[in-house]
Every structure is written in C-alpha cells, then in structure tokens.
C-alpha cells in the first residue's frame, strides 16, 4: 500500500511557518512525555529559533522534551563556531541551557563508529525521535544525506557534495569549508513519527519538484520522505514555483 500523501502548504513567506512550527511543537510536547524533538539546522529555521528562543524562556513552550539535531561536522565540538550545536545554542540559548543539563543530545562530531552506535542506541533509549525538523539542500539533500546515499542508512559519515561545501561557505570565512560530517542516515530519518519540513527561496525550487513529483530514488534524496506517511511540508511561493500542484496525485511513494 503506497504511504499517504504529504500534506502540502504554499505559504505566502517564510515567516508565516514559524506559528506552524511552534505549534507543532507544542503539540508534541503536550501529548507525550518527554518526547525526543529533532532539531534541523540551517537559514531556513532562523526565524523559528529566535521566536523559540522567546518561547522558551517565558514558558509558551515547556522544556520537558530533550532536544536533539540531525548532524554535525567531523572535528565540530560544540563549542566551535560554524558548527551546529553551536548554530542552534547561539540561535537558541535556551537550547544551550538544556546542553548544559543533559537535555540536549548532540549528534558526535568524530568519525567513530562506536561514538555513532552509541548515540542511535541513545536515542532509542529516549523512545526515538517523535517530531522531526528538515530542511532540504539545493542537490535534494536532507541532513548531510547526499545524492546517491542509500535509503537503509543509519549515523554516518558523509563527504560532502560540493554544491553543499559551497553553500556553507559563508560561515567558514576565512577559511574552507569541511568536507565531511557526521549525519542522520535516510533510515534515522524515516524512523520519526512525525517529520516536518521547510523549503524556502528559488534556489530550492528544484529540488523540491525532485522531492514531491520525480522518481523516488537516491538521486533526490528527499524523495525518500514520500515513503514515510507522515509528512508536513512547508514551502513559500518560491520554493513552491516548480511544483505543479495538479499533478499532485502522483506524488505518492510506489
Ligand atoms: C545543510 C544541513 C541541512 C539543511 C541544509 C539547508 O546542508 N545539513 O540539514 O537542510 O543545509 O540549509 P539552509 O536552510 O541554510 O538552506
């Protein structure tokens, strides 16, 4: 039985996800103990991780969840700028709090299988990740899952396409981008029970007609998401130019 069609918003910018966001939030909160949340990373969420930020400190949102993230970048302790820890705890502080007090998990930054191992089993233990935040790359990517991975993928090392290396460029000025990082595999991906995802800007528009109407392949990894059945996707009118939203029937996964 093909997996139940996204559900697909075409929002008129990028801010007006920012109430969704938070409410889905809320509602993972509310309906679950402690539930493991899934942080995604990158331009797209700035605008949520301030009004988080906002949230969190005057109680709109409650901190009984533990946070956790989709990868990081080999040789990135959380202390070190261009990071992703630390882009969500400078982004969020309240995040920094709760990485402080063991209530923010974040994903290794070593190439070590055991490391690895050992923070999947963790999540596991935390009953596995109950909403999870994605954006998507240009090439479709999803967390540092480039175009060829395959979908029964778990944490892994990745090397990173250079369409990605050269996105990121900006925030390793003056000097170069990594080149490999640890990440989420498509199989952690899927694993959520609930997986919300944000594109936003032209640049995106591409892939976002790979992720909802090409083939589901390693070619557009994102594509992979169509299999998962519960699937909130969130784009402005850019990111939505490419989708043909008639043809839409066709997006379910085979
Ligand atoms: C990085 C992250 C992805 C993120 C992507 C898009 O590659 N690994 O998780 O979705 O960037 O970033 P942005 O939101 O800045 O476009």
């Known amino acids: ?28 909160v509310a309906a679950n103990e402690r539930p493991l ?15 988080l930020a906002r949230e969190l400190r ?25 990071g992703m820890v630390h882009e969500l705890v400078t982004g969020c502080p309240p995040l920094g709090d709760m ?23 963790k999540l596991r233990e935390l009953g596995g990740v109950k ?12 967390a540092f899952n480039e175009p060829g991975t395959a979908f029964d993928t778990g944490f892994h090392v990745a090397t990173l396409a250079e369409a990605t290396r050269q996105d990121a460029r900006a925030r390793f000025l003056p000097g170069e981008p990594p080149r490999r990082a640890v ?6 991906i899927l694993a959520a029970d609930r997986l919300v995802l ?25 594509s992979a998401l169509r299999r998962h059945g519960n699937l909130l996707v969130l784009l402005d009118r850019e990111a939505a130019r490419g989708f043909d939203a008639a043809a839409d029937q066709a997006s379910a996964a085979p």
């Open 99 to 121: 990485l402080a007090a063991g209530a923010f998990v974040p994903v290794p930054h070593v190439d070590d299988a055991a490391a690895l191992a050992a923070h999947a089993q």
């Open 37 to 51: 949340v899934s942080f995604a990373t990158g331009g797209t969420f700035t605008g949520m991780f301030t009004a």
């Open 1 to 28: 039985m093909p997996a139940p069609a996204p559900e697909i918003r075409v929002l008129p910018a990028a801010e007006a996800a920012v109430p969704t966001l938070l409410d889905e939030l809320r509602r993972v």
């Open 198 to 222: 944000c594109a936003f800007g032209a640049a995106k528009a591409d892939a976002v007609r790979g992720m909802l109407q090409g083939e589901v392949a390693t070619g557009c990894p994102a």
């Open 58 to 82: 005057d109680g709109g949102i409650g901190r009984d969840f533990v946070a956790t993230h989709l990868d990081e970048y080999v040789d990135f302790p959380p202390a070190r700028a261009g």
């Open 183 to 188: 990440t989420s595999g498509i199989a952690t």
């Open 131 to 142: 909403l999870q935040l994605l954006g998507i790359g240009r090439n479709g990517h999803i």
